[in-house]
T-cell receptor
């Protein structure tokens, strides 16, 4: 069975500082990996995804993530955080199930940005 | 603009009442999903549908029912059998072709509160 662990429940960073959110997954085959962001009371927006190929993936809003198979990790990074990045971030691993997909989500990391 | 709409945004229900949450998509996606989100627990899959007139239980289907009479619509009914229905409900959809079926697009969510 697939699973995702986000070890940090809550992270606080200063505006302009760098950010790294951790994600570890468990999956038997090559994983399809995602990072989503959620503002309070809103739906989920896709930041970036990894299917195959280059292990460093660029996403929207200046985010990137690196897939490390040896560590079963897919950590999200941003070099300089903006106050508008304050939100909850979810890592997910996906699998095909015929003509649909199964996404398993981590429990999320809430990011607070101080000015 | 293509996307997923959910209505209403906020819903209040008395104990013992059934309530139906609406989800509509105009992305021409075959697959649709319902998730429940509780604080600190990430997203959990309730039901999903790969095609019209077909649906499967997810991880927490008890106390919920769905229908898929049209490709664009996937309503979720929260029945009186659901013991703890207060939560944020998210609808999603995905394409059915190749790797695109793994990526899910989310609606803005409905917050259900049982009084």
């Amino acid at each position: 069975a697939q699973s995702v662990t986000q070890p940090d429940i809550h992270i606080t960073v200063s505006e302009g500082a760098s950010l790294e959110l951790r994600c570890n997954y468990s999956y038997g085959a090559t994983p399809y990996l995602f990072w989503y962001v959620q503002s309070p009371g809103q739906g989920l927006q896709l930041l970036l995804k990894y299917f195959s190929g280059d292990t460093l993936v660029q996403g929207i809003k200046g985010f990137e993530a690196e897939f490390k198979r040896s560590q079963s990790s897919f950590n999200l990074r941003k070099p300089s955080v903006h106050w508008s990045d304050a939100a909850e971030y979810f890592c997910a691993v996906g699998a095909n199930t015929g003509t649909a997909s199964k996404l398993t989500f981590g429990t999320g990391t809430r990011l607070q940005v101080t000015l | 603009d293509g996307g997923i709409t959910q209505s209403p945004k906020y819903l209040f229900r008395k104990e013992g009442q059934n309530v139906t949450l609406s989800c509509e998509q105009n992305l021409n996606h075959d697959a649709m999903y319902w998730y429940r989100q509780d604080p600190g627990q990430g997203l959990r899959l309730i039901y999903y549908s790969q095609i019209v007139n077909d649906f499967q239980k997810g991880d927490i289907a008890e106390g919920y029912s769905v229908s898929r009479e049209k490709k664009e619509s996937f309503p979720l009914t929260v029945t009186s059998a659901q013991k703890n229905p207060t939560a944020f409900y998210l609808c999603a959809s995905s394409d059915s072709k190749g790797l695109a079926q793994v990526e899910q697009f989310f609606g803005p969510g409905t917050r259900l509160t049982v009084l």
